[in-house]
C-alpha cells in the first residue's frame, strides 16, 4: 500500500502495521509535515508521470462490506453440548467437542458420596472390633483400657473373658504334712492372692519334690478341676486383690524328699 504527503508529493510504502500505530497519522519523513494516510491511501501506484495519488472519499460515503473472510472462530459450544463431525459414512465421535463446564457439571450431578462414607466408616469400625478381640486379652490386662473395658461391658450386660497374668499371683503362705487319712499321700495347703487389677482363671498348680541336694524327685501339676471341688467357683476365677487358700493332694516320694516348691503355670 502507498501514501502520499500532501505538502511535498512525496510517495511512501505502508504497512498495516504503521497505519494501525496512530489510526493512520503520519510523519513524512522528507519535510516533517503531519498528515493522514488514509486520505491517499492506494493499494497500487497508477501509470507515470503522476503528481498526486488520488484523494479517497470519507466522508459520509457508505462503510464498504467485506465478503473474503479468511478466518473466523469457532462459537462456543452450550454445556453438555458435543457437536460431531458428519462424514458420508455416518456419525465420526473421534471430533466431539465438550465444554469445560461439562465435567463440572457432571461431578456436582453425580450420585451422592454418603453411602461410600458410611460403608467406608462400617468396614473400618468392623476391622477395629476385629483387632480389639484378637488382642482381647491384653486390653483386658491394661491398666488403662481394662477398667473402661469393664465397665462398658457390664453397663451392656456381658462378660469379659478371663485373662490370666500368672506372674502377679503370688503365693503367701504354705505348708506340707502327710494326709490324715490316705496312706502314702502328702497334704500341702497353701494361700494365693491375685495382685492383679482383673479376675483370673484359677491356675495350674505346680508342686515339685526334691532331696537335700536340691535334686528334683517328684512332680505334680495340678488342673483347677483337681484341687477345686465346685465347679462354679472355678468358672468365675480368682478375684481381683483376692485371697484363696489351696489345698493340694500328693503322692509322698519317700523319705528322701525334704523340699518342696510350688508354682504357677
Do not use: C, M, W, Y
Given at each position: 500500500m502507498y501514501a502520499q504527503c500532501p505538502d511535498c508529493l512525496t510517495v511512501f510504502s505502508m504497512d498495516t502495521e504503521t497505519l494501525a500505530q496512530a489510526r493512520g497519522h503520519v510523519v513524512c519523513g522528507h519535510c516533517q509535515a503531519e498528515f493522514d494516510a488514509l486520505d491517499s491511501l492506494s493499494g497500487q501506484l497508477p501509470p507515470e508521470p503522476?503528481?498526486?495519488l488520488p484523494a479517497r472519499m470519507r466522508a459520509g460515503a457508505l462503510l464498504p462490506r467485506v465478503e473474503s473472510a479468511v478466518y473466523r472462530p469457532r462459537p462456543e459450544q452450550p454445556a453438555f453440548a458435543a457437536e460431531p463431525a458428519a462424514t458420508g459414512s455416518g456419525e465420526d465421535f473421534s471430533q466431539l467437542t465438550f465444554s469445560p463446564r461439562f465435567a463440572r457439571e457432571t461431578r456436582r450431578g453425580g450420585a451422592p458420596r454418603w453411602p461410600w462414607l458410611v460403608a467406608c466408616l462400617i468396614l473400618l469400625l468392623l476391622l477395629c472390633a476385629q483387632l480389639a478381640w484378637a488382642k482381647r486379652d491384653d486390653l483386658v490386662a491394661d491398666t488403662t483400657a481394662g477398667p473402661w473395658l469393664r465397665q462398658l461391658c457390664a453397663g451392656l450386660g456381658c462378660e469379659l473373658p478371663l485373662v490370666q497374668d500368672t506372674r502377679?499371683?503370688?503365693?503367701?503362705?504354705?505348708?506340707?504334712?502327710?494326709?490324715?487319712?490316705?496312706?502314702?499321700?502328702?497334704?500341702?495347703?497353701?494361700?494365693?492372692?491375685?495382685?492383679?487389677?482383673f479376675d483370673q482363671p484359677w491356675p495350674v498348680v505346680v508342686v515339685t519334690l526334691s532331696d537335700v541336694d536340691g535334686k528334683r524327685l517328684a512332680m505334680r501339676r495340678l488342673r483347677p478341676s483337681e484341687y477345686l471341688g465346685d465347679g462354679t467357683t472355678s468358672a468365675h476365677g480368682l478375684p481381683a486383690g483376692?485371697?484363696?487358700?489351696?489345698?493340694?493332694?500328693?503322692?509322698?516320694?519317700?523319705?528322701?524328699?525334704v523340699a518342696f516348691e510350688i508354682g504357677f503355670e
Open positions: 503522476f503528481q498526486r502377679r499371683l503370688h503365693l503367701l503362705a504354705r505348708d506340707v504334712q502327710a494326709h490324715p487319712s490316705v496312706p502314702g499321700a502328702l497334704l500341702i495347703s497353701a494361700t494365693v492372692r491375685n495382685d492383679a487389677a483376692g485371697n484363696a487358700a489351696l489345698v493340694l493332694e500328693v503322692e509322698d516320694p519317700g523319705n528322701k524328699a
